[in-house]
């Protein structure tokens, strides 16, 4: 599978937990985003990254919210001291942009996201 | 602040019909505009990606098309099947491509039988 993979695919965690969550992009795609996404609403734009630098972060990421992509490949996104409001899908994606090599397009590829249950 | 707003919310035909999906955007300097289909509990599919410049995108039974000026696209499904039934979203990069895609709230889908 050369698609974005995400784990686990489910997370069910008590009140004040810690929990991470994986993203694999695509192989050769050098920006990698993490949305979450709440019942009846879009996604809604968390951080990205290009390579290994984190880039932007929205102001949606609090403090409790810390994402990684140490070597520019795989992501990870953690959630300290989990709250029921953290509930939701945690969807990564990845991108070619502004490179060398094959006509980059921008388009953005989802994976199967990470659906939080925060009880 | 970019806004993409899609109307309508919800939206049911029968199965056969030809049917449009709008997308509207407050800031109509833009990089590349997207739709997506998303079935219930799962991600994101991409569909179809507009780059600016373009008018138009085709993929199958599906058309998308893009006016920059008055902040629109719409997505046209053709002969539309069960199988269709899902939640469509369109999102916008805004004019640098350095900026996350913005997603409107999307239009849930039912083709019935």
């Known amino acids: 599978d050369t698609g974005v993979s995400q784990d686990p695919r489910h997370k069910i965690t008590k009140r004040g937990q810690n929990v991470t969550f994986r993203c694999d992009p695509i192989s050769e795609h050098n920006r990698l985003y993490w949305y979450r996404q709440t019942l009846g609403q879009g996604p809604e734009f968390l951080t990205y990254f290009q390579n290994e630098a984190q880039l932007e972060k929205s102001r949606l990421l609090s403090d409790r919210f810390s994402a990684e992509r140490p070597k520019g490949s795989f992501s990870t996104l953690e959630i300290q001291r989990t709250e029921q409001g953290d509930s939701a899908m945690y969807l990564c994606?990845?991108?070619?942009?502004?490179?060398?090599?094959?006509?980059?397009?921008?388009?953005?590829?989802f994976g199967e996201g990470s659906r939080l249950t925060v009880l | 602040k970019q806004e993409v707003t899609q109307i309508p919310a919800a939206l049911s035909v029968p199965e056969g019909e030809n049917l449009v999906l709008n997308c509207s955007f407050t800031?109509?300097?833009?990089?590349?505009l997207q739709w997506f289909r998303q079935d219930p509990g799962k991600g994101l599919t991409s569909l179809l990606l507009?780059?600016?410049?373009?008018r138009e995108q085709t993929s199958g039974r599906l058309n998308a098309s893009l006016d920059k000026s008055s902040g629109r696209s719409t997505l046209y499904i053709a002969a539309s099947q069960p199988g269709d039934s899902a939640t469509y979203l369109c999102?916008?990069?805004?004019?640098?491509?350095?900026?996350?895609?913005?997603f409107g709230k999307g239009t849930r889908l039912s083709v019935i039988a």
């Open positions: 507009i780059q600016s410049s373009q």
């Open positions: 994606a990845s991108s070619l942009d502004r490179t060398s090599g094959a006509t980059p397009t921008g388009e953005l590829f």
């Open positions: 800031d109509s300097a833009i990089y590349n």
């Open positions: 999102a916008v990069r805004e004019d640098s491509g350095n900026t996350p895609l913005v």
